[in-house]
């Protein structure tokens, strides 16, 4: 038995870190057999992989775009922005140009005619950067900065910039950066709260432990003058009114860290959002996910255990969920080379699992749902952007974390991608333009206009009011008025609300917020009834776009305009209405909200109430509303959302103590736990813990060994019994003991987190217990009180089959030698246990979590690139991985894995398999990142060759799953 301390230094020693698998560009030494160097793709039935760029050329790609002349670009890691040209025009590229040294390692780049807005480190700190190109020579000359992130450019900093279907950009912001100044206080997504009824963890392992809400964000902004390429002599895309207000706009939040969005051709934002994988297994893992981003949308991430359950409704759910991953670029195919249906298909990346993926939505309501297959497979593809080029075809880079990179398209057989020509007339060629939003899609339309000439505007509003056209081509119409000409006047606006088609009521009502009139808010007012359930949710943001707040006299009757909308059969709906609601005086609806008696509106203006009350004294009403409300009886498929209602009250009582409410909201949840809803179960008994109740104890700590409950709910339970501080019995103690010796005797497995959580658990539970019961409970639960089971120990010295052998000729071996490849997988899994991978990495089913799942490794790195990362663990370590180096005021140091970071201290895991030592932060001197891996090196040594050639089998041919 060794103590837990060095057990889980030990594993944190082993990590093989996700971030180290790396190789070294242009290195001098001979690579493997050309036949293992290329990679090996699959492609949806069809389409091909063909190589643009070879990894030795491109480096480590993090972003690419294409230029107004429609020439790919490409930002290094830790590198420079460079543009490819093919000077032979054999669509292959054969020179580089430096665009700008100046702002390097970008992970946004988007261009307006001859200027570049590109987001990375430049010469005032990390930010987005307006790189101009004044004389057209392709090499930028001026770098001015727009606005300043916090932090540094990392995998959860600043990320993608695109423009919008209004003519904005828009910037996705990691949850780990933000930008100076703050956004717009009056912005469609504000408000944001940690909002947590039980006292919530940070990560047991101290990832993203001092982040609070608002988490990863999406803003927008008006470019000014300044800020945009205005046309003349400049080659400008876009239409920029110089008298806008010109702050930065929160249009979302509740993200972990997205890294791309894009709008579709109706206008719709799409992401693709990450997950944190050392949750899995816990009752508050996200999956991946793509989400549409309805302004002012909240999608719920809060660090460590807090994040939001979808069914809460003051949050948005995803719309497709996808497992493990590492989001990065993602674009819609809005060209013509590809089969029709592949029109719109929202193509999403995923660096760690190597894949591609194309979702076809369908409309369903207010949002969409999505199908969803594979379009292109690696092994390995760590692909980290992806965009549709000028011919057509989908271009992706491979690259990030210092790993090979490369460039690659994928062609379909039958491509039928035609020049602008071939589609007509200048105002047709506009309406038809292949990716009308990109650089180079802009630039092509702004060709088509000079050639329209006069017969531009007249020839755009013949269409737009043309019945006869196909409604998405009018409502394109209405994009390139307001983009690329004059904006399209209020009243013609107006006069679309009454058109048959519900594609153009909609798109009229966008372009109708757009103009703060109140006369367009009584436009706008009139369409909240709409049939078409789009047009509905548009019309509430378009009101919100507006500039409406409680201050001002809104044309509108909150009763009878927008009360009935929170009973809309789609939530979509509801949660715009419930926005509109929430910047109206409050007076004008508070009334008639707090007679709502129907689910789901009942909820829902609650909700507002919640949300827009000011003072204490509004507190009590709403509680005794919602006890009324308990007790005529909540339906259960409703009652999880009501009761998040019930908590956001609940945490704004200011410490007056309702006991007279709490004690009959109580007594009408214990009847009905358990039901038969996971939902409703953890939600009855989150409330249930909150309010002390002691009479529910017994009845939750039963669950804990109920034959039908999951592992992620027993967890739930104790997660709010160890809140409950009072009210415990012998039985019900001795219960939450054994539940906890489950945990250990059953060997429970879950992410990196996974035991780190459960020790938080016990450790706000042993308390509780007597002294002669914590004691018992010491003896039985040695896990959780400084001892695990373990037979293994530190790697030996290089000695045996390889003893002879230099780490150069191990390499030489392991990549050329054609016996390194006939490993057999099957033994592999025996390498896989005596290297010790097995203690800390989860392989399919077998191993633990306490480092990165290696299931899929091989999706994204090559031989060269695992081996790499086990002899030089330290040549590159990833910010989420990465250890520390902390120095006491008593000059005393520690390097290691944080594993704790909470109150007044934090606790460090030694690199050196040493205890972990907690260390209060008032004798901190200086904390900073470790330059060295935490995971030693020598974890090949007790193989022989041909147990390493198994290993290799092994993890090169992940499991079925």
Same mark, same amino acid.
């Given at each position: 038995?060794?103590?837990?301390?060095?057990?889980?230094?030990?594993?944190?020693?082993?990590?093989?870190?996700?971030?180290?698998?790396?190789?070294?560009?242009?290195?001098?030494?001979?690579?493997?057999?050309?036949?293992?160097?290329?990679?090996?793709?699959?492609?949806?039935?069809?389409?091909?992989?063909?190589?643009?760029?070879?990894?030795?050329?491109?480096?480590?790609?993090?972003?690419?775009?294409?230029?107004?002349?429609?020439?790919?670009?490409?930002?290094?890691?830790?590198?420079?922005?460079?543009?490819?040209?093919?000077?032979?025009?054999?669509?292959?590229?054969?020179?580089?140009?430096?665009?700008?040294?100046?702002?390097?390692?970008?992970?946004?780049?988007?261009?307006?005619?001859?200027?570049?807005?590109?987001?990375?480190?430049?010469?005032?700190?990390?930010?987005?950067?307006?790189?101009?190109?004044?004389?057209?020579?392709?090499?930028?000359?001026?770098?001015?900065?727009?606005?300043?992130?916090?932090?540094?450019?990392?995998?959860?900093?600043?990320?993608?910039?695109?423009?919008?279907?209004?003519?904005?950009?828009?910037?996705?912001?990691?949850?780990?950066?933000?930008?100076?100044?703050?956004?717009?206080?009056?912005?469609?997504?504000?408000?944001?709260?940690?909002?947590?009824?039980?006292?919530?963890?940070?990560?047991?392992?101290?990832?993203?432990?001092?982040?609070?809400?608002?988490?990863?964000?999406?803003?927008?902004?008006?470019?000014?003058?300044?800020?945009?390429?205005?046309?003349?002599?400049?080659?400008?895309?876009?239409?920029?009114?110089?008298?806008?207000?010109?702050?930065?706009?929160?249009?979302?939040?509740?993200?972990?860290?997205?890294?791309?969005?894009?709008?579709?051709?109706?206008?719709?934002?799409?992401?693709?959002?990450?997950?944190?994988?050392?949750?899995?297994?816990?009752?508050?893992?996200?999956?991946?996910?793509?989400?549409?981003?309805?302004?002012?949308?909240?999608?719920?991430?809060?660090?460590?255990?807090?994040?939001?359950?979808?069914?809460?409704?003051?949050?948005?759910?995803?719309?497709?969920?996808?497992?493990?991953?590492?989001?990065?670029?993602?674009?819609?195919?809005?060209?013509?080379?590809?089969?029709?249906?592949? $029109?719109? +298909?929202?193509?999403? =990346?995923?660096?760690? #699992?190597? *894949?591609?993926? @194309? !979702?076809?939505?369908?409309?369903? /309501?207010?949002?969409?749902?999505?199908?969803?297959?594979?379009?292109?497979?690696?092994?390995?593809?760590?692909?980290?952007?992806?965009?549709?080029?000028?011919?057509?075809?989908?271009?992706?880079?491979?690259?990030?974390?210092?790993?090979?990179?490369?460039?690659?398209?994928?062609?379909?057989?039958?491509?039928?991608?035609?020049?602008?020509?071939?589609?007509?007339?200048?105002?047709?060629?506009?309406?038809?333009?292949?990716?009308? $939003?990109? +650089?180079?899609?802009? =630039?092509?339309?702004? #060709?088509? *206009?000079?050639? @329209? !000439?006069?017969?531009?505007?007249? /020839?755009?509003?013949?269409?737009?009011?043309?019945?006869?056209?196909?409604?998405?081509?009018?409502?394109?119409?209405?994009?390139?008025?307001?983009?690329?000409?004059?904006?399209?006047?209020?009243?013609?606006?107006?006069?679309?609300?009454?058109?048959?088609?519900?594609?153009?009521?909609?798109?009229?009502?966008?372009?109708?917020?757009?103009?703060?009139?109140?006369?367009?808010?009584?436009?706008?007012?009139?369409?909240?009834?709409?049939?078409?359930?789009?047009?509905?949710?548009?019309?509430?943001?378009?009101?919100?776009?507006? !500039?409406?707040?409680?201050?001002?006299?809104?044309?509108?009757?909150p009763v009878a305009d927008v009360l009935p909308l929170l009973a809309d059969d789609d939530r979509f709906v509801r949660y715009a209405a419930r926005e509109v609601l929430e910047r109206v005086n409050r007076n004008r609806w508070r009334e008639a909200a707090l007679k709502s008696d129907t689910f789901p509106a009942a909820t829902e203006a609650l909700l507002a109430l919640v949300h827009t009350a000011q003072v204490a004294t509004?507190?009590?009403?709403?509680?005794?509303?919602?006890?009324?409300?308990?007790?005529?009886?909540?339906?259960?498929?409703?009652?999880?959302?009501?009761?998040?209602?019930?908590?956001?009250?609940?945490?704004?009582?200011?410490?007056?103590?309702?006991?007279?409410?709490?004690?009959?909201?109580?007594?009408?949840?214990?009847?009905?736990?358990?039901?038969?809803?996971?939902?409703?179960?953890?939600?009855?008994?989150?409330?249930?813990?909150?309010?002390?109740?002691?009479?529910?104890?017994?009845?939750?700590?039963?669950?804990?060994?109920?034959?039908?409950?999951?592992?992620?709910?027993?967890?739930?339970?104790?997660?709010?019994?160890?809140?409950?501080?009072?009210?415990?019995?012998?039985?019900?103690?001795?219960?939450?003991?054994?539940?906890?010796?489950?945990?250990?005797?059953?060997?429970?497995?879950?992410?990196?987190?996974?035991?780190?959580?459960?020790?938080?658990?016990?450790?706000?539970?042993?308390?509780?217990?007597?002294?002669?019961?914590?004691?018992?409970?010491?003896?039985?639960?040695?896990?959780?009180?400084?001892?695990?089971?373990?037979?293994?120990?530190?790697?030996?010295?290089?000695?045996?089959?390889?003893?002879?052998?230099?780490?150069?000729?191990?390499?030489?071996?392991?990549?050329?030698?054609?016996?390194?490849?006939?490993?057999?997988?099957?033994?592999?899994?025996?390498?896989?246990?005596?290297?010790?991978?097995?203690?800390?990495?989860?392989?399919?089913?077998?191993?633990?979590?306490?480092?990165?799942?290696?299931?899929?490794?091989?999706?994204?790195?090559?031989?060269?690139?695992?081996?790499?990362?086990?002899?030089?663990?330290?040549?590159?370590?990833?910010?989420?991985?990465?250890?520390?180096?902390?120095?006491?005021?008593?000059?005393?140091?520690?390097?290691?894995?944080?594993?704790?970071?909470?109150?007044?201290?934090?606790?460090?895991?030694?690199?050196?398999?040493?205890?972990?030592?907690?260390?209060?932060?008032?004798?901190?001197?200086?904390?900073?990142?470790?330059?060295?891996?935490?995971?030693?090196?020598?974890?090949?040594?007790?193989?022989?060759?041909?147990?390493?050639?198994?290993?290799?089998?092994?993890?090169?041919?992940?499991?079925?799953?």
């Amino acid at each position: 038995m060794l103590r837990i301390s060095r057990f889980v230094s030990l594993i944190v020693s082993l990590v093989v870190l996700s971030a180290a698998f790396w190789i070294r560009l242009g290195a001098t030494e001979q690579g493997p057999p050309a036949a293992e160097e290329k990679p090996r793709f699959t492609a949806a039935p069809g389409f091909a992989v063909e190589e643009v760029y070879a990894a030795e050329k491109s480096g480590s790609v993090i972003a690419l775009t294409f230029d107004s002349d429609g020439q790919l670009v490409v930002s290094r890691e830790k590198g420079p922005v460079v543009r490819l040209l093919d000077r032979d025009n054999d669509g292959l590229p054969d020179e580089e140009q430096v665009i700008t040294d100046r702002v390097t390692n970008c992970q946004g780049l988007q261009f307006d005619g001859r200027y570049l807005f590109a987001v990375g480190e430049g010469p005032q700190g990390t930010g987005l950067y307006r790189v101009g190109d004044a004389d057209g020579d392709g090499v930028g000359e001026r770098v001015e900065l727009i606005t300043l992130n916090t932090g540094a450019i990392g995998e959860h900093g600043p990320h993608a910039v695109i423009f919008g279907p209004d003519g904005y950009i828009y910037w996705m912001l990691g949850n780990h950066t933000a930008i100076v100044p703050s956004p717009d206080p009056l912005s469609p997504h504000r408000g944001w709260e940690e909002d947590q009824l039980l006292p919530s963890y940070t990560d047991a392992r101290g990832h993203a432990a001092e982040i609070r809400a608002p988490g990863g964000t999406v803003l927008r902004r008006h470019l000014t003058a300044r800020d945009a390429d205005t046309g003349g002599s400049t080659d400008g895309d876009t239409n920029t009114n110089t008298d806008a207000d010109t702050d930065w706009e929160m249009v979302n939040g509740g993200f972990r860290n997205a890294y791309d969005h894009a709008f579709n051709l109706a206008g719709e934002l799409f992401t693709f959002d990450s997950d944190m994988e050392w949750d899995i297994g816990l009752p508050w893992y996200r999956p991946v996910r793509t989400n549409h981003l309805v302004p002012g949308g909240e999608f719920g991430w809060r660090t460590g255990s807090g994040k939001w359950p979808a069914y809460y409704p003051d949050n948005l759910p995803e719309m497709t969920n996808l497992g493990r991953g590492s989001p990065v670029g993602v674009a819609f195919y809005q060209s013509d080379a590809y089969p029709e249906e592949y $029109r719109d +298909a929202f193509l999403v =990346a995923d660096w760690s #699992r190597g *894949r591609i993926l @194309a !979702g076809f939505l369908q409309k369903a /309501g207010a949002t969409y749902t999505e199908k969803q297959v594979d379009f292109v497979l690696g092994t390995p593809l760590n692909v980290t952007d992806v965009e549709v080029g000028p011919d057509g075809n989908v271009y992706f880079t491979k690259g990030g974390r210092s790993t090979e990179g490369g460039i690659y398209r994928v062609a379909h057989e039958a491509s039928r991608a035609g020049s602008e020509a071939d589609r007509g007339s200048a105002i047709e060629r506009a309406l038809t333009q292949p990716q009308p $939003r990109s +650089a180079w899609g802009r =630039a092509a339309i702004r #060709r088509a *206009r000079e050639e @329209a !000439g006069k017969s531009w505007d007249s /020839g755009l509003l013949r269409i737009v009011k043309s019945a006869a056209d196909p409604p998405d081509r009018r409502a394109q119409a209405l994009e390139l008025l307001h983009v690329h000409s004059t904006p399209p006047d209020e009243a013609l606006l107006q006069s679309l609300g009454r058109d048959p088609a519900w594609e153009v009521r909609a798109a009229s009502t966008y372009y109708l917020g757009l103009h703060r009139t109140d006369s367009a808010r009584r436009e706008l007012v009139g369409r909240l009834d709409d049939a078409e359930p789009f047009v509905r949710r548009r019309a509430n943001e378009a009101l919100v776009r507006t !500039g409406i707040d409680p201050a001002m006299d809104v044309p509108l009757d909150p009763v009878a305009d927008v009360l009935p909308l929170l009973a809309d059969d789609d939530r979509f709906v509801r949660y715009a209405a419930r926005e509109v609601l929430e910047r109206v005086n409050r007076n004008r609806w508070r009334e008639a909200a707090l007679k709502s008696d129907t689910f789901p509106a009942a909820t829902e203006a609650l909700l507002a109430l919640v949300h827009t009350a000011q003072v204490a004294t509004e507190i009590r009403p709403l509680l005794e509303r919602e006890l009324e409300l308990l007790e005529a009886g909540v339906p259960d498929a409703q009652l999880p959302a009501f009761l998040r209602v019930v908590h956001l009250t609940l945490r704004r009582d200011e410490g007056v103590n309702y006991s007279e409410i709490y004690d009959e909201m109580a007594e009408l949840l214990l009847g009905r736990f358990p039901a038969s809803a996971s939902p409703v179960n953890r939600e009855v008994a989150r409330t249930l813990a909150y309010l002390g109740s002691a009479d529910a104890i017994p009845q939750i700590a039963a669950q804990l060994h109920a034959p039908d409950t999951s592992r992620e709910d027993q967890i739930f339970y104790a997660y709010c019994l160890r809140a409950m501080k009072t009210g415990w019995e012998a039985a019900s103690r001795q219960a939450m003991v054994d539940w906890f010796k489950k945990t250990q005797d059953e060997a429970w497995k879950g992410g990196a987190s996974f035991f780190g959580y459960l020790q938080y658990l016990w450790n706000d539970f042993a308390p509780l217990l007597p002294e002669d019961e914590r004691a018992a409970a010491a003896k039985a639960l040695p896990s959780f009180h400084g001892e695990r089971d373990t037979t293994r120990g530190l790697p030996r010295r290089r000695r045996d089959n390889i003893a002879a052998f230099s780490e150069q000729e191990l390499k030489e071996y392991l990549l050329w030698d054609p016996m390194a490849y006939a490993g057999d997988a099957t033994k592999g899994q025996g390498s896989y246990e005596k290297a010790l991978c097995v203690t800390c990495h989860r392989f399919g089913e077998m191993g633990q979590s306490a480092g990165p799942d290696l299931t899929d490794v091989a999706r994204r790195f090559k031989r060269a690139d695992l081996l790499e990362a086990i002899l030089y663990p330290s040549k590159t370590i990833s910010d989420q991985w990465q250890s520390v180096e902390v120095v006491t005021k008593d000059e005393k140091s520690y390097v290691g894995v944080i594993s704790t970071d909470s109150g007044g201290s934090l606790t460090v895991l030694p690199a050196d398999g040493g205890a972990a030592v907690t260390i209060p932060k008032s004798q901190i001197a200086s904390r900073k990142a470790a330059t060295t891996s935490a995971m030693p090196e020598g974890l090949l040594n007790t193989l022989s060759l041909g147990e390493i050639s198994d290993l290799f089998a092994f993890l090169e041919n992940p499991p079925t799953q």
